[in-house]
């Protein structure tokens, strides 16, 4: 089993996420079983209960992990799906760490963060390699070199080098080559500084990426080389580029493959031809398409995009699918909640979305928007809470329930139409105990969400707390809301139509999380073509 980390330099949010997922995505494009791993030296287990502004979108994978961002773009640009376990953390390490200790199994011991913390380090990447049956092992570093939070990660990185000897792993920096605008000169310092800093910790890198704004010069790559004693050969362009799903392409018009492949003694054949036509293909769609739309996101964390990436991502799926440039305008609920006259604000959009969220921020907003789209019948797509803020706005508007709410934002609501989900009932610790992961839900034939989805069974990621409450459920239906699927147990309703709308339909899963590249969600992409008609 071979080893490839990742690590950053000088600032954070360079991109070493699309760094990796593009070397993963070259890798298992030759042919190779590979499996990314992210580490987040945050204290946090997970990232659940973490705020999006702070650290962008909670991404939720199959098994009901809640993770970084990152793995996301890992599953986008490998098409594979992950597990909690691929996202390591340092609440993860000292938690096991400690709970052994209580145990009694480091009995006799002072338990230390050399060999304790760095040896439980090691044995989650290798189990996590090991369970996978991977060739390769392909780990993010988060945070710069240099951060405290860090440093037992890479004295156990630097540890697990000296166990599997430097054939069998390649440290790769990404760093920031700045271009300083008074001379114009591209400067290498910061990334001078920042390897001395990584080798400080006993690591060489043997491969750096250098993003900016332009592709590298001849003489900041001589510095490199001559500075930070890596091979020009080795050192690799990633300038700002249209976009992220061309970075693959770009590294390996740079034979970074055939470089990895030297490195680490790899066995493997060269990249698959037609999977990586396939590939080119999606990234040529994406940059040249011919039509145009625009789309409304209209959420509460709209300050930073991050915290929608995979709405983002979904749109330019979709937009390669159809051959459409999609223009997604974040725009803030609480702004929504302020405008007297939603038409000057919203006419322009062929399309809106409400995304999920938390807290009864802007969520009159979101309900006055949703209002619009269906009187003016604009198609509308709503997700988790943009499901539930569709009910409460059809409760209030066309049963006539006023004070219709959510028991999340209201708890003397004469009608909670949206209330707690019952094993929610008394918990009290917050991370990791919503409804979460993949669930199995049923489509009701006939319906417009039997005709996107053309199976009567599929699998979808949830993340939630709250459902429309089931005394409610006979009243909406009566007056046009229909619930055309549920879960296995029929119990829990998982998306809404209007069937006399363009397009009007909202689902309790977050659809967005199992968008790829060349297979766009179903109901993000029926919601692209009707926009597109």
């Given at each position: 089993?071979?080893?490839?980390?990742?690590?950053?330099?000088?600032?954070?949010?360079?991109g070493?996420?699309?760094?990796?997922?593009?070397?993963?995505?070259?890798?298992?494009?030759?042919?190779?079983?590979?499996v990314?791993?992210?580490?987040?030296?945050?204290?946090?287990?997970d990232?659940g209960?973490m705020?999006?502004?702070?650290?962008?979108?909670?991404?939720?994978?199959?098994?009901?992990?809640?993770?970084?961002?990152?793995?996301?773009?890992?599953?986008?640009?490998?098409?594979?799906?992950?597990?909690?376990?691929d996202n390591?953390?340092?609440g993860?390490?000292?938690?096991?760490?400690?709970?052994?200790?209580?145990?009694?199994?480091?009995?006799?011991?002072?338990?230390?963060?050399?060999?304790?913390?760095?040896?439980?380090?090691?044995?989650?990447?290798?189990?996590?390699?090991?369970?996978?049956?991977?060739?390769?092992?392909?780990?993010?570093?988060?945070?710069t070199?240099?951060?405290?939070?860090s440093?037992?990660?890479?004295?156990?990185?630097?540890?697990l080098?000296?166990?599997?000897?430097?054939?069998?792993?390649?440290?790769?920096?990404?760093?920031?080559?700045?271009?300083?605008?008074?001379v114009?000169?591209?400067?290498?310092?910061?990334?001078?500084?920042s390897v001395?800093?990584l080798?400080?910790?006993?690591?060489?890198?043997?491969?750096?990426?250098?993003?900016?704004?332009?592709?590298?010069?001849?003489?900041?790559?001589?510095?490199?080389?001559?500075?930070?004693e890596?091979?020009?050969?080795?050192?690799f362009?990633?300038?700002?580029?249209?976009?992220i799903?061309?970075?693959?392409?770009?590294?390996?018009?740079?034979?970074?493959?055939?470089?990895?492949?030297?490195?680490l003694?790899?066995?493997?054949?060269?990249?698959?031809?037609q999977?990586?036509?396939?590939?080119?293909?999606?990234?040529?769609?994406?940059?040249?398409?011919?039509?145009?739309?625009?789309?409304?996101?209209?959420?509460?964390?709209?300050?930073?995009?991050?915290?929608?990436?995979?709405?983002?991502?979904?749109?330019?799926?979709?937009s390669?699918?159809?051959?459409?440039?999609?223009?997604?305008?974040?725009?803030?609920?609480?702004?929504?909640?302020?405008?007297?006259?939603?038409?000057?604000?919203?006419?322009?959009?062929?399309?809106?979305?409400?995304?999920?969220?938390?807290?009864?921020?802007?969520?009159?907003?979101?309900i006055?928007?949703?209002?619009?789209?269906?009187?003016?019948?604009?198609?509308?797509?709503g997700?988790c809470?943009?499901?539930?803020m569709?009910?409460?706005?059809?409760?209030?508007?066309?049963?006539?329930?006023?004070?219709?709410?959510?028991?999340?934002?209201?708890?003397i609501?004469?009608?909670?139409?949206?209330?707690?989900?019952?094993?929610?009932?008394?918990?009290?610790?917050?991370?990791?105990?919503?409804?979460?992961?993949?669930?199995?839900?049923?489509?009701?034939?006939?319906?417009?969400?039997?005709?996107?989805?053309?199976?009567?069974?599929?699998?979808?990621?949830?993340?939630?707390?709250?459902?429309?409450?089931?005394?409610?459920?006979?009243?909406?239906?009566?007056?046009?809301?229909?619930?055309?699927?549920?879960?296995?147990?029929?119990?829990?309703?998982?998306?809404?139509?209007?069937?006399?709308?363009?397009?009007?339909?909202?689902?309790?899963?977050?659809?967005?999380?199992?968008?790829?590249?060349?297979?766009?969600?179903?109901?993000?992409?029926?919601?692209?073509?009707?926009?597109i008609?």
């Amino acid at each position: 089993m071979k080893y490839i980390v990742v690590t950053g330099g000088v600032i954070s949010g360079l991109g070493k996420g699309i760094t990796t997922s593009s070397i993963g995505r070259l890798l298992i494009s030759a042919g190779l079983k590979v499996v990314p791993i992210k580490i987040d030296p945050y204290i946090n287990c997970d990232a659940g209960t973490m705020n999006p502004f702070q650290h962008g979108e909670v991404f939720v994978l199959d098994d009901g992990g809640e993770v970084d961002l990152d793995l996301g773009n890992y599953e986008r640009f490998m098409d594979v799906s992950l597990t909690k376990d691929d996202n390591i953390t340092t609440g993860k390490v000292y938690l096991s760490v400690i709970e052994r200790e209580r145990k009694g199994e480091y009995l006799g011991d002072t338990v230390q963060i050399i060999p304790h913390i760095t040896g439980e380090i090691k044995h989650m990447i290798r189990s996590v390699g090991i369970k996978a049956n991977a060739d390769v092992v392909l780990i993010e570093v988060g945070g710069t070199v240099g951060d405290i939070e860090s440093m037992p990660f890479l004295e156990a990185l630097r540890e697990l080098k000296m166990e599997v000897g430097d054939e069998n792993i390649l440290f790769i920096h990404t760093t920031l080559i700045p271009v300083v605008g008074s001379v114009g000169e591209q400067k290498t310092k910061p990334t001078q500084r920042s390897v001395k800093e990584l080798r400080s910790t006993g690591i060489q890198p043997a491969m750096i990426v250098a993003r900016g704004t332009m592709e590298l010069d001849m003489k900041a790559k001589h510095k490199l080389k001559s500075f930070c004693e890596v091979a020009e050969n080795a050192i690799f362009n990633a300038p700002d580029m249209d976009s992220i799903y061309d970075v693959p392409i770009h590294f390996e018009k740079q034979n970074m493959l055939s470089e990895i492949k030297e490195k680490l003694k790899l066995n493997t054949s060269e990249i698959n031809s037609q999977k990586w036509d396939e590939w080119k293909a999606f990234v040529n769609r994406l940059k040249h398409a011919s039509n145009q739309i625009s789309v409304a996101v209209i959420g509460k964390y709209t300050d930073l995009k991050d915290a929608y990436l995979s709405y983002n991502e979904t749109f330019h799926h979709c937009s390669a699918e159809t051959d459409t440039k999609i223009n997604v305008e974040f725009i803030s609920a609480e702004d929504i909640e302020k405008c007297d006259n939603l038409d000057t604000m919203l006419s322009k959009f062929n399309g809106i979305l409400i995304p999920g969220g938390f807290g009864n921020r802007g969520t009159e907003g979101k309900i006055k928007a949703i209002e619009y789209a269906r009187v003016n019948n604009r198609p509308f797509l709503g997700v988790c809470l943009g499901f539930q803020m569709a009910v409460i706005e059809y409760s209030r508007n066309v049963l006539g329930l006023k004070d219709a709410n959510s028991t999340e934002f209201s708890t003397i609501t004469e009608h909670p139409v949206i209330d707690l989900l019952p094993e929610q009932v008394g918990v009290t610790d917050k991370g990791a105990t919503m409804r979460l992961g993949s669930h199995a839900i049923k489509i009701k034939e006939g319906s417009f969400a039997y005709n996107i989805y053309n199976k009567n069974k599929i699998y979808e990621r949830h993340r939630h707390r709250y459902e429309v409450n089931p005394e409610y459920i006979e009243k909406l239906e009566k007056h046009g809301l229909i619930f055309s699927a549920t879960d296995i147990e029929d119990k829990r309703m998982e998306i809404c139509e209007i069937r006399d709308k363009k397009f009007f339909i909202a689902t309790q899963f977050h659809p967005e999380l199992k968008s790829r590249p060349m297979a766009p969600a179903p109901v993000y992409l029926a919601f692209v073509k009707s926009m597109i008609q």
